[in-house]
């Protein structure tokens, strides 16, 4: 907003007498809010103090610093009670110096001791919190985040346009809580160098501030930011009186050692040494230059288990902090799918060798990163600019065995580039964005030639909003080409991504001597984002010969998405109900030939009560359709429709010490055999400020008269498939920076096969006509010997399986010093697959303990230190 002189002359003439006022103040007492801060009409501003002497961070905001500046308070309620006053009070008061920001909080609370001071893992919301998001590039889109609950846990995120966070942003920065009988305060030090800011001698800001009441589950806001907003940043506050600070050349080092023991290896105790190092250079141009040589991701947690008998891959998250931390600006995602899938780059080998009975092999889990490199930021013209250059080593894989040992290449030298642009028209409006990804491959061994040599894709987005962000619409339109071999191309033609080999598809040609492959794909999605009403429209396309998956991610190839979704949403209270929300979705799915793949209608409710209690309930059916993927490659398959598919979903009171949350899922389909019932439990006990257990557990019983065996006659058969799964976590926090944490993850899955049946005529609505019965004989040997009126026309090896695994990680955590960080690590895994279908599944689940387990221990020792 722009201000003329005048103007300007009276918020300097209030913000010295409000100065004066404040310095006068008793710490604890309620002053009172200046109307410097309400000269902007519906905007806030709040302009900051400079001082000379930095405050001491702990919470307690007793320092003469803390004299000078504007004590600023009347906050406005957003949940849940929209526009009303909080319940309580609170002020805020923003300092700065050449190096930090300094933001103190007094958070009043009427209720001694109903303070709930909760401490907690990282970035995870607990307890009372209180904290800033700060749009340093006033860009009206992006915005950092700082945050302390009233135990001093300390949470930071990105903001990223419309209700989109990136809690995987770890900055290093300071802040405390100190804990009253009346009042909580905080203390919080930025350093300007975790800000991306464009170099000026006046700095305007936005500024968003909020306190959330645990108990209450009542958030409140320095600047009120409705509820039914399309975006929030674009709404934010600003932050004024900033003046005399740059951007600089910010050297940052965080080097570390580590090593590890497994005891109980095949041969041997295993005992390995590591050294690396990550780190920064913020540029004073606004950019910052991320690095890493030889990282290491010892602590962080393991992927929760799954077997997969899909032809679907599993999409796992990322977890790894060099790939989490300011990564937004190369996100690209496109539905489901994304053109960078950091979790390609160190992924695990992509050859095993055939082994004989007499041979093991020592492999390692993942392929080791030799470096890596991001470049960051964003121009004061609105420019976003995103790079990432990584190198994998050439892995080698020892097979012991025969009285000798052999090498054999398991993963080839290869290079991963990324590049990203986006550029902010009127106010972020309006965006414009391109992306580039390569992947590039060193292969010299004729086993290495299924992997392409060279793989290509590219994007580019729009997005345009109007009306105050009501309404928008958003392209994305992408491509690929890959080059390799002849026997690269085939696998890639042959793959679940695209089945190039299905003989009735027409409008796809396989071709075993190509040696390159190209597609491209897009989304075309808009709507009206805002207000009790909201209604979206979603087009995807990928063309079959599309694939992302040297660098990105991609679901499946060959399809064409239509989707309406329909919202009406209420956030005030009314009678017993606090919120609620209803949910209307239809989706039609076809492939390039025409064929519909997928017709769905889902309805979906949500209700909060006053009490705090709230219920999920879904709806949904699926109609008739063909799956194009069941037969891995062979014709199409007509599904029967899912015309019931039931979820409830029940959650008590979050604030309470005990917390749990319970519900099942029914699936009925009209051939009256499969179905599928699903129930899922949560468990949450605070058993104190510093200790928590949670535990989620699963059963899933599914009966699926589909389920795909083999390809040579087209084999399906009904499976009676049973699984377990529980996570399980322990917490205990010394104090916001000292904590023990423990993961466990025991999974068990068994499946029995039976009604073994030859597909005739896969795309017949009749199920007697879709398949021909088979006659099954169980032979010592554990294979079945399939007959059809007598007549053996196959011989399979029993399918049934038995399956068991459990994954843990304990973690002592010390930070010693904001970034740095001791880490001891024990990791336990075991696994036991078996074609036996023996024992139910939970004496499965109870027989993990029996595997032989492997265990790592491991130290780690990283330090943070700044040029």
């Known amino acids: 907003m722009h201000f003329r002189s005048d103007v300007y002359a009276i918020i300097i003439l209030l913000l010295s007498a409000s100065n004066l006022l404040a310095q006068n103040s008793d710490k604890y007492n309620l002053s009172t809010d200046t109307a410097v801060n309400r000269l902007a009409g519906e905007n806030r501003v709040y302009y900051a103090t400079r001082i000379e002497k930095r405050p001491k961070i702990d919470g307690k905001l007793n320092e003469s610093c803390w004299e000078s500046g504007i004590w600023s308070g009347g906050f406005t309620q957003q949940i849940p009670n929209q526009g009303k006053k909080p319940s309580q009070q609170t002020e805020i008061k923003l300092l700065y110096d050449d190096n930090n920001l300094y933001v103190g909080f007094k958070c009043f609370d009427k209720g001694p001791g109903n303070i709930r001071p909760i401490l907690s893992r990282r970035d995870e919301m607990a307890g009372d919190i209180a904290g800033i998001a700060i749009d340093s590039y006033n ?301 590039l491959r060193d292969i010299h061994d004729t086993h290495l030639q299924k992997l392409s040599n060279s793989a290509l894709s590219g994007g580019i987005d729009f997005q345009h909003n109007w009306k105050n962000k009501k309404y928008f619409v958003d392209f994305k339109g992408f491509f690929s080409n890959i080059n390799g071999d002849t026997t690269a191309i085939k696998v890639l033609q042959t793959s679940p991504v695209h089945y190039y080999q299905r003989t009735d598809a027409g409008h796809i040609e396989y071709d075993s001597e190509r040696t390159s492959m190209s597609g491209w794909g897009g989304s075309l999605q808009g709507g009206k984002r805002s207000g009790k009403l909201r209604v979206v429209g979603t087009l995807n396309w990928r063309s079959p010969g599309v694939d992302l998956n040297d660098v990105g991610y991609l679901y499946q190839a060959d399809v064409i998405k239509e989707m309406v979704n329909v919202t009406y949403k209420v956030s005030q209270p009314k009678g017993i109900i606090r919120s609620y929300y209803v949910e209307a979705e239809q989706e039609h799915d076809w492939n390039f030939g025409g064929e519909t793949t997928l017709d769905r209608f889902k309805l979906h409710g949500y209700t909060q009560f006053k009490n705090l209690w709230s219920v999920h309930l879904n709806l949904k059916a699926n109609l008739n359709f063909f799956d194009t993927r069941e037969l891995r490659g062979g014709p199409k398959l007509f599904k029967d429709n899912c015309l019931q598919d039931y979820e409830l979903f029940i959650q008590s009171n979050q604030v309470k010490d005990l917390f749990v949350g319970f519900g099942p899922r029914f699936k009925f389909f009209s051939d009256d055999i499969s179905k599928t019932t699903y129930f899922t439990a949560l468990v949450r006990w605070q058993l104190s400020d510093r200790f928590s257990i949670t535990s989620r557990t699963i059963f899933d019983n599914t009966t699926d008269h589909h389920e795909y065996i083999r390809n040579t006659k087209y084999i399906v058969g009904t499976i009676d498939r049973n699984t377990i799964s529980s996570t399980l976590r322990f917490e205990y926090f010394i104090s916001p920076e000292i904590s023990l944490q423990y993961y466990g993850n025991p999974y068990a899955s068994n499946g029995k096969f039976e009604n073994f049946r030859e597909v005739a005529d896969a795309d017949n609505k009749a199920l007697n006509l879709r398949y021909n019965n088979l006659q099954s004989t169980l032979q010592p040997d554990n294979y079945y010997q399939l007959a059809k009126n007598g007549v053996p026309v196959s011989r399979i090896k029993n399918p049934d399986f038995n399956y068991h695994e459990f994954s843990s990680n304990m973690v002592g955590r010390w930070e010693f010093r904001p970034g740095s960080t001791l880490y001891l690590v024990w990791t336990n895994t075991r696994s036991e697959y078996s074609d036996q279908f023996n024992q139910s599944i939970l004496k499965s689940f109870g027989n993990i303990w029996n595997v032989q387990s492997q265990n790592v221990f491991m130290v780690k020792f990283s330090y943070w230190f700044s040029l």
């Open 139 to 439: 860009d009206k889109q992006t915005a950092y985040e700082f945050n302390v609950s009233a135990a001093g846990q300390k949470i930071d995120l990105v903001h990223l346009g419309a209700y989109n966070w990136d809690f995987n942003w770890d900055a290093v920065w300071d802040g405390k809580a100190q804990v009253n009988d009346s009042i909580w305060t905080s203390e919080i030090q930025i350093p300007f160098s975790q800000l991306r800011f464009a170099p000026g001698d006046q700095q305007v800001w936005g500024i968003h501030i909020w306190r959330w009441i645990d108990r209450y589950n009542e958030e409140s806001q320095w600047k009120l930011i409705p509820i039914d907003a399309p975006a929030m940043v674009y709404l934010f506050g600003e932050l004024r009186g900033i003046e005399g600070i740059k951007p600089k050349t910010n050297y940052e080092f965080l080097p570390y050692v580590n090593t590890r023991f497994s005891p109980n290896t095949d041969y041997e105790n295993k005992t390995t040494y590591g050294v690396g190092l990550n780190g920064k250079v913020g540029l004073n141009s606004g950019f910052t230059l991320d690095y890493a040589i030889n990282p290491d991701f010892g602590q962080v947690e393991s992927d929760p288990a799954v077997l997969n008998l899909t032809s679907y891959e599993v999409f796992n998250e990322e977890k790894r902090p060099f790939f989490l931390e300011g990564n937004t600006i190369l996100d690209f995602s496109i539905d489901d799918d994304m053109l960078f899938y950091s979790r390609r780059i160190g992924h695990a080998p992509s050859y095993f060798p055939d082994l004989n009975d007499n041979q093991t092999i020592s492999i390692s889990d993942n392929v080791p990163i030799i470096s890596a490199l991001k470049l960051t930021g964003k121009t004061k013209d609105g420019l976003s600019v995103g790079v990432v250059q990584s190198l994998t080593a050439k892995e080698n894989a020892t097979i012991y065995g025969n009285g000798s040992n052999s090498k054999v290449t398991v993963e080839p030298f290869t290079s991963f580039m990324v590049g990203r642009i986006k550029q902010d028209f009127d106010k972020g409006n309006t965006i414009l964005g391109g992306m580039l990804t390569s992947t």
